[in-house]
Protein backbone atom coordinates (compact mmCIF):
# COMPACT_ATOMS: atom_id res chain seq x y z
CA UNK A 1 0.00 0.00 0.00
CA UNK A 2 1.43 3.68 -0.90
CA UNK A 3 1.02 5.08 3.33
CA UNK A 4 0.78 8.74 3.98
CA UNK A 5 2.02 9.52 7.68
CA UNK A 6 1.76 12.56 9.68
CA UNK A 7 3.28 12.83 12.46
CA UNK A 8 6.05 10.62 11.14
CA UNK A 9 8.95 12.68 12.84
CA UNK A 10 7.36 12.42 16.18
CA UNK A 11 8.39 9.03 19.06
CA UNK A 12 5.83 6.86 17.71
CA UNK A 13 5.60 7.87 13.88
CA UNK A 14 9.20 7.34 13.54
CA UNK A 15 8.38 3.86 15.20
CA UNK A 16 5.62 3.10 12.68
CA UNK A 17 7.45 4.45 9.64
CA UNK A 18 10.14 2.09 9.80
CA UNK A 19 7.71 -1.00 10.52
CA UNK A 20 5.45 0.06 7.90
CA UNK A 21 8.76 -0.07 5.59
CA UNK A 22 9.73 -3.30 6.31
CA UNK A 23 6.66 -4.72 5.82
CA UNK A 24 7.15 -3.51 2.63
CA UNK A 25 4.75 -0.68 2.25
CA UNK A 26 5.57 2.95 0.30
CA UNK A 27 5.69 5.02 3.00
CA UNK A 28 5.63 8.84 2.64
CA UNK A 29 6.36 11.12 5.58
CA UNK A 30 5.29 14.28 6.16
CA UNK A 31 7.00 16.33 8.18
CA UNK A 32 7.37 20.13 8.85
CA UNK A 33 11.33 20.94 8.05
CA UNK A 34 13.57 20.09 5.88
CA UNK A 35 16.68 18.59 7.90
CA UNK A 36 14.51 15.80 9.07
CA UNK A 37 14.64 14.57 5.40
CA UNK A 38 17.41 12.61 6.15
CA UNK A 39 16.47 10.92 9.35
CA UNK A 40 13.30 9.69 6.93
CA UNK A 41 15.05 8.54 4.38
CA UNK A 42 16.97 6.81 7.04
CA UNK A 43 13.51 4.97 8.17
CA UNK A 44 13.13 3.93 4.05
CA UNK A 45 10.49 6.38 3.86
CA UNK A 46 9.71 9.48 1.09
CA UNK A 47 9.95 12.52 2.97
CA UNK A 48 7.88 15.48 1.55
CA UNK A 49 7.70 18.96 3.46
CA UNK A 50 3.99 19.85 4.72
CA UNK A 51 2.19 21.11 7.57
CA UNK A 52 -0.90 20.37 8.82
CA UNK A 53 -1.97 23.82 9.80
CA UNK A 54 -1.20 24.44 5.94
CA UNK A 55 -2.90 23.34 2.10
CA UNK A 56 -1.17 19.43 2.25
CA UNK A 57 -2.68 18.51 -1.38
CA UNK A 58 0.91 18.57 -2.49
CA UNK A 59 1.61 15.06 -0.02
CA UNK A 60 -1.60 13.01 -1.22
CA UNK A 61 -0.22 11.90 -5.08
CA UNK A 62 -0.10 8.52 -5.42
CA UNK A 63 -1.59 7.71 -1.65
CA UNK A 64 -4.00 5.15 -0.76
CA UNK A 65 -4.19 5.10 2.77
CA UNK A 66 -3.84 8.18 5.37
CA UNK A 67 -2.19 7.60 9.38
CA UNK A 68 -2.46 10.64 11.32
CA UNK A 69 0.08 9.91 14.22
CA UNK A 70 0.81 13.31 14.78
CA UNK A 71 0.19 16.04 18.11
CA UNK A 72 1.17 18.61 20.11
CA UNK A 73 1.26 16.48 22.99
CA UNK A 74 -1.29 16.34 26.01
CA UNK A 75 0.80 18.84 27.79
CA UNK A 76 0.72 22.06 25.44
CA UNK A 77 -1.54 24.29 25.81
CA UNK A 78 -5.26 24.60 24.42
CA UNK A 79 -4.41 27.05 21.46
CA UNK A 80 -1.48 24.38 20.07
CA UNK A 81 -3.96 21.90 21.18
CA UNK A 82 -6.58 23.39 19.27
CA UNK A 83 -4.58 24.19 15.73
CA UNK A 84 -3.02 20.53 15.96
CA UNK A 85 -4.97 17.67 17.16
CA UNK A 86 -8.37 19.00 16.16
CA UNK A 87 -7.99 21.65 13.50
CA UNK A 88 -5.13 19.99 11.53
CA UNK A 89 -6.97 16.65 12.13
CA UNK A 90 -10.13 17.24 10.42
CA UNK A 91 -8.51 19.78 7.63
CA UNK A 92 -6.50 16.26 6.88
CA UNK A 93 -9.72 14.11 7.04
CA UNK A 94 -11.01 16.67 4.44
CA UNK A 95 -8.45 16.43 2.55
CA UNK A 96 -8.28 12.56 2.08
CA UNK A 97 -11.68 12.88 1.29
CA UNK A 98 -11.19 14.93 -1.58
CA UNK A 99 -8.09 12.56 -2.93
CA UNK A 100 -10.43 9.48 -2.43
CA UNK A 101 -8.35 7.68 -0.27
CA UNK A 102 -9.03 4.27 0.23
CA UNK A 103 -8.86 4.37 4.39
CA UNK A 104 -7.52 6.51 7.36
CA UNK A 105 -6.26 5.81 10.12
CA UNK A 106 -6.36 7.52 13.14
CA UNK A 107 -4.21 7.94 16.21
CA UNK A 108 -6.25 9.19 19.22
CA UNK A 109 -6.53 8.91 22.77
CA UNK A 110 -8.32 7.02 25.67
CA UNK A 111 -10.53 10.23 27.33
CA UNK A 112 -11.32 11.15 24.14
CA UNK A 113 -14.92 9.64 24.29
CA UNK A 114 -15.89 11.62 26.75
CA UNK A 115 -13.67 14.59 27.27
CA UNK A 116 -15.70 17.05 30.51
CA UNK A 117 -14.71 13.59 32.41
CA UNK A 118 -11.51 14.04 32.04
CA UNK A 119 -8.59 16.15 34.78
CA UNK A 120 -8.98 20.05 33.91
CA UNK A 121 -5.20 20.06 32.51
CA UNK A 122 -6.39 17.08 29.96
CA UNK A 123 -9.98 18.49 28.97
CA UNK A 124 -8.87 20.74 26.17
CA UNK A 125 -6.33 17.48 24.49
CA UNK A 126 -9.47 14.91 25.16
CA UNK A 127 -11.71 17.92 23.25
CA UNK A 128 -9.57 17.88 20.34
CA UNK A 129 -9.16 14.37 20.08
CA UNK A 130 -12.94 13.81 20.15
CA UNK A 131 -13.70 16.82 17.69
CA UNK A 132 -11.35 15.33 15.32
CA UNK A 133 -12.49 11.73 15.97
CA UNK A 134 -16.31 12.62 15.72
CA UNK A 135 -15.39 14.26 11.88
CA UNK A 136 -13.63 10.95 10.88
CA UNK A 137 -16.94 8.73 11.76
CA UNK A 138 -19.22 11.65 10.14
CA UNK A 139 -16.79 12.14 7.01
CA UNK A 140 -17.69 9.18 4.89
CA UNK A 141 -14.27 7.55 4.60
CA UNK A 142 -13.51 3.97 5.68
CA UNK A 143 -11.76 4.62 8.48
CA UNK A 144 -10.05 3.39 12.27
CA UNK A 145 -9.84 4.73 15.54
CA UNK A 146 -7.03 3.75 18.03
CA UNK A 147 -7.14 4.67 21.53
CA UNK A 148 -4.50 3.81 23.81
CA UNK A 149 -3.80 4.49 27.00
CA UNK A 150 -0.35 6.09 28.73
CA UNK A 151 2.53 5.96 26.16
CA UNK A 152 5.75 4.30 27.26
CA UNK A 153 9.31 3.80 25.35
CA UNK A 154 9.08 0.59 26.95
CA UNK A 155 10.12 -2.66 24.21
CA UNK A 156 7.57 -3.50 22.24
CA UNK A 157 5.58 -6.60 23.65
CA UNK A 158 3.51 -7.91 21.04
CA UNK A 159 0.48 -8.02 23.06
CA UNK A 160 -2.27 -6.40 24.34
CA UNK A 161 -5.96 -5.69 25.55
CA UNK A 162 -8.48 -4.38 22.80
CA UNK A 163 -12.07 -3.56 23.46
CA UNK A 164 -14.47 -0.60 22.32
CA UNK A 165 -14.45 0.21 25.90
CA UNK A 166 -11.95 -0.98 28.46
CA UNK A 167 -13.17 -1.12 31.99
CA UNK A 168 -9.16 -0.30 33.30
CA UNK A 169 -8.41 2.75 31.98
CA UNK A 170 -5.53 3.39 33.96
CA UNK A 171 -3.20 1.50 32.11
CA UNK A 172 -0.08 1.90 29.86
CA UNK A 173 1.29 0.34 26.06
CA UNK A 174 4.50 1.02 24.77
CA UNK A 175 4.70 3.35 21.58
CA UNK A 176 5.87 0.56 19.56
CA UNK A 177 2.99 -1.77 20.31
CA UNK A 178 1.03 1.20 19.57
CA UNK A 179 2.78 1.16 16.19
CA UNK A 180 1.91 -1.88 15.06
CA UNK A 181 -1.28 -1.96 15.76
CA UNK A 182 -1.96 1.43 13.70
CA UNK A 183 0.44 -0.43 11.19
CA UNK A 184 -2.00 -3.80 11.27
CA UNK A 185 -5.47 -1.47 10.99
CA UNK A 186 -3.71 -0.56 7.58
CA UNK A 187 -5.35 -3.70 5.98
CA UNK A 188 -7.21 -5.76 9.11
CA UNK A 189 -10.92 -5.66 8.20
CA UNK A 190 -11.89 -6.39 12.03
CA UNK A 191 -10.48 -2.89 12.42
CA UNK A 192 -12.76 -1.00 9.59
CA UNK A 193 -14.71 1.43 10.72
CA UNK A 194 -14.18 1.09 14.61
CA UNK A 195 -12.72 3.10 17.29
CA UNK A 196 -11.52 0.66 20.11
CA UNK A 197 -9.14 1.27 23.23
CA UNK A 198 -5.76 -0.60 23.76
CA UNK A 199 -3.25 -1.13 26.43
CA UNK A 200 -0.66 -3.50 27.31
CA UNK A 201 -1.73 -7.41 27.95
CA UNK A 202 -1.72 -10.70 27.38
CA UNK A 203 -2.94 -11.27 24.26
CA UNK A 204 -0.93 -11.11 20.77
CA UNK A 205 -1.97 -8.38 18.75
CA UNK A 206 -3.34 -9.55 15.94
CA UNK A 207 -5.65 -11.71 17.85
CA UNK A 208 -6.42 -8.85 19.56
CA UNK A 209 -7.26 -7.01 17.12
CA UNK A 210 -9.54 -9.83 15.39
CA UNK A 211 -11.66 -10.21 17.98
CA UNK A 212 -13.15 -6.68 18.43
Known amino acids: MNILIAGANGKTGRILTGLLEKQGHYVK ?43 SGSK ?39 PEQGAMEMKHYFQAKHDADQHLVNSGLSYTIVRPGLLTDDEPTGEIIAQSKLENNKG ?25 EILGGNVPIEEALNHL
Open 76 to 114: TGPDKTIDVDRNGAIALIDTAKKHGIQHFVMLSSMGADH
Open 29 to 71: AMVRKEEQFADMKELGADPVLADLEKNTDHAFQDIEVVIFAAG
Open 172 to 196: AITRADVAAVLASSVSNESTRNRTF
